[in-house]
């Protein structure tokens, strides 16, 4: 087969990222899916790197961002809160990705493996802006779409806070974004306040 026809059945497997629900939801109330929200983030990532302090390759950037979520094919979409799924998620999600990558070349499949392992891995300037992109979506989206007073997990300010504090080290601008969001999704009721009080 040649590559052409190869990279088309490769597109065919990746049409199942489609499929797959994450925990956002949309304006229309369903849940959101996998390739949806790299799409999103893909577009987040244009015009947020003017606040990531490092000079980044945006082409880099989007490739993983259209990458990242593609073992969630053969894994499902893990919750940042489900510690359990979290410490066996990229084990997993590695399968998958071999998985979905056997029908591309050596070449193309070398390429796209190594893409999703720079972000997972975050060793890189881009995979680490790429990174706080995806970290960020979720609680814009969750702020936007949820009702108020609605934590089905229940969910504090400091669990949120301490999956998301990472940010603090690459960007103060994208970190103050995080803090904001985050206080905005207190004030509607979306997490519990378990902040330490002052006296």
């Known amino acids: 087969m040649s590559s052409l026809y ?3 059945a490769f597109f065919n497997e990746m049409e199942k990222l489609k499929t797959i629900t ?4 949309t304006l229309d109330g369903r849940f959101e899916n996998s ?3 790299s799409w999103q983030l893909a577009l987040m990532a244009i015009l947020l790197q003017e606040h990531f302090p490092k000079t980044i390759n945006l082409e ?6 259209l990458v990242h979520d593609m073992g969630e094919i053969g894994a499902g979409d893990t919750s940042v809160f489900d510690d359990a799924g979290k410490s066996t998620s990229y084990a997993r999600e590695l399968e998958s990705v071999k998985k979905s990558l056997s029908y591309l070349d050596d070449s193309d499949s070398e390429q796209l493996l190594n893409l999703w392992i720079e972000f997972e891995k975050g060793t890189s300037d881009e995979a680490r802006f790429a990174r706080c ?8 989206n969750h702020l936007q779409i949820a009702e108020e007073n609605d934590n ?7 669990q949120v806070l ?3 504090s990472f940010i603090a080290q690459e960007s103060d601008s994208l970190w103050q974004l995080t803090l904001d969001l985050l206080d905005a999704s207190l004030e509607k009721g979306l997490y519990r306040d378990d902040r330490v009080k002052s006296v």
């Open 133 to 140: 992109v995806d970290a960020i979506a979720p609680l814009m």
């Open 60 to 65: 880099l950037v989007l490739k993983m961002l």
């Open 22 to 25: 994450r925990q956002n939801k």
């Open 152 to 158: 089905p997990d229940d969910l504090t300010y400091n």
């Open 6 to 8: 190869q990279q088309v």
């Open 162 to 164: 301490s999956k998301k």
């Open 35 to 37: 390739a949806e929200h």
